[in-house]
């Protein structure tokens, strides 16, 4: 079972991938392209072209979890582009996936 607490580390990547990536495709982003462990614990979360899809990335004692959740409606409101990769807090993630924009979250802090 996935645990996502405060301590959790989270890196979301800024570069929509191509979501024929399975647990490999995106364990090899990760490795070679992102310059992360993706054995480390931290949770990797990507996004569509279309920003209709999140993934979800994690590796646990034994093996990987790959978590993806699509829109009915709408599109996710992802951040603006900076690094390839940055860190956000759990309270963020849970913000994004339930359709709150992570950058007005932060302007309102």
Known sequence: ???????????LASKAV????GIDGLAGLCEYE???NPRDGKMFVFFN????KIRILVYEINGFWLMT????KGRFELPKKGESIT???AEELRKLLSG???????KSK
Do not use: G, P, V
């Not at 079972?1 to 890196?11: F, Q, V």
């Not at 072209?49 to 209709?52: D, Q, Y």
């Not at 709150?100 to 932060?106: G, L, M, P």
């Open 1 to 11: 079972m996935i645990h996502l607490t405060s301590e959790t580390e989270i890196m």
């Open 49 to 52: 072209k279309n920003a209709t």
């Open 18 to 21: 191509d979501f024929r990536f």
């Open 87 to 89: 860190a956000i807090r």
């Open 100 to 106: 709150i924009c992570i950058s007005e979250f932060k």
């Open 34 to 36: 992102l310059k992360q």
């Open 69 to 72: 959740k699509r829109l009915s």
